[in-house]
């Protein structure tokens, strides 16, 4: 699973690298763009079914629940964002890039569906098959479809192709052992949706961390100045996928003994949560002294100026890990409306933070607001977990 993961996000992140080197930053902050503006949307529809899912050991809905949940939220993804572009103000190459986009969100969310079957199942390989299929051969689309035309819309194609393409693949290898079509109930599929809306409300102000710098950086600098940040924070998701991989799986092993037996649980989730930022912090010690090395290694003698914004981004990762940590021992506890609380304070904390800094100190500004938020999140996760338990 995990290696799955990273093949798929080293994938799509090529594309950042691809666009980077060959100087089409503008391109490569429209997409950024595309994706920012499409993602509350993506982020809301999949509910956070997929944890919901893994998490469900008592089996309240079925796996045609599930999967046609998923289904019914892609297409109200999709529908979501024609919406908002039809009423926007942005122009015509930025709607239709954002239209195109949001086909691909829709294939991803029901992408979810076989991912958390898969590992539910503990079929990891299935899932890294799926994953590494889908990032390669959306990489490799939209590299070639770019070379040729060097537009933005058309390559963006080449990455439905490799989504689609994976949900095929998906579809032939759940249908060998279940019959996802059977007993299809709309209703109950629709009150699954219902009863997650709160997550999804939760998961949009989460995915609002990521965006809000954004947004301000593109209002006050620019596209080009979008790409450049873009390009130097997609570091710190890359790594952040990684994690969350890694978590997930750490996640399964957990929730099978949290009622149980709650003092192995305590020291599992203690033990993993020292054993990753460990990990994590040695990591930074090299990339630290290496910096200016790092940053004309992966993005060419252009970047030779941001070799601190590089290492302050790979030095984000730890926070984010924290912070995504504290959400996923509040889905082991099944706290899902503190999640939304929690997001909701770290939502307006990251606003006031970034409206105050970005135009002050760039990308440093974003950083500090970015850092910050993902601490006061970690801190609130954790006490709100402890709280819980102690009732």
Not at 255 to 261: C, L, S
Request: aromatic residues 18%; glycine residues 6%.
């Amino acid at each position: 699973m995990i290696g799955g993961n990273i093949i798929s996000a080293l994938s799509m992140w090529l594309i950042t690298l691809y666009l980077v080197r060959v100087d089409a930053l503008e391109d490569l902050g429209t997409l950024s763009l595309v994706q920012s503006l499409g993602l509350v949307f993506f982020i809301f529809c999949t509910f956070k079914l997929m944890n919901v899912q893994i998490s469900d050991v008592e089996k309240k809905f079925s796996e045609v629940d599930y999967y046609f949940a998923r289904i019914i939220s892609a297409i109200l993804c999709i529908v979501l964002i024609a919406f908002y572009m039809l009423f926007s103000n942005y122009n015509l190459l930025i709607k239709v890039c954002c239209l195109i986009y949001a086909i691909y969100y829709g294939l991803m969310i029901v992408k979810e569906y076989f991912s958390a079957s898969f590992q539910i199942d503990r079929k990891y390989r299935s899932i890294f098959i799926s994953n590494s299929l889908s990032g390669i051969l959306s990489c490799l689309c939209f590299i070639a479809i770019y070379s040729f035309t060097k537009e933005i819309t058309a390559s963006l194609v080449g990455i439905i192709v490799g989504g689609g393409m994976c949900i095929i693949l998906n579809h032939f290898m759940i249908n060998n052992e279940k019959n996802i079509y059977s007993d299809f109930n709309f209703l109950k599929s629709l009150q699954l949706i219902k009863n997650n809306l709160f997550l999804g409300l939760s998961a949009v102000l989460v995915s609002g961390l990521i965006l809000i710098p954004r947004f301000f950086i593109e209002n006050i600098y620019g596209l080009k100045a979008l790409g450049v940040f873009s390009a130097i924070t997609s570091i710190m998701f890359f790594i952040n996928i990684f994690l969350n991989s890694l978590t997930q799986v750490l996640l399964r092993e957990t929730i099978d003994i949290y009622d149980i037996d709650k003092v192995k649980s305590y020291k599992k989730i203690v033990l993993n949560f020292l054993f990753i930022t460990l990990i994590i912090l040695f990591g930074l010690i090299p990339v630290y002294f290496w910096r200016n090395f790092i940053v004309v290694l992966i993005f060419g003698e252009n970047f030779v100026n941001y070799s601190d914004e590089l290492f302050y981004s790979i030095a984000l990762s730890v926070f984010l890990f924290w912070f995504n940590y504290g959400n996923f021992i509040l889905t082991i506890q099944r706290n899902f409306g503190a999640q939304v609380y929690i997001s909701t304070i770290a939502f307006i904390a990251q606003l006031v933070l970034c409206y105050c800094l970005v135009s002050l100190y760039s990308y440093l500004g974003a950083f500090i607001a970015m850092g910050s938020t993902y601490i006061l999140g970690f801190i609130a996760c954790t006490l709100t977990f402890l709280w819980k338990e102690k009732k």
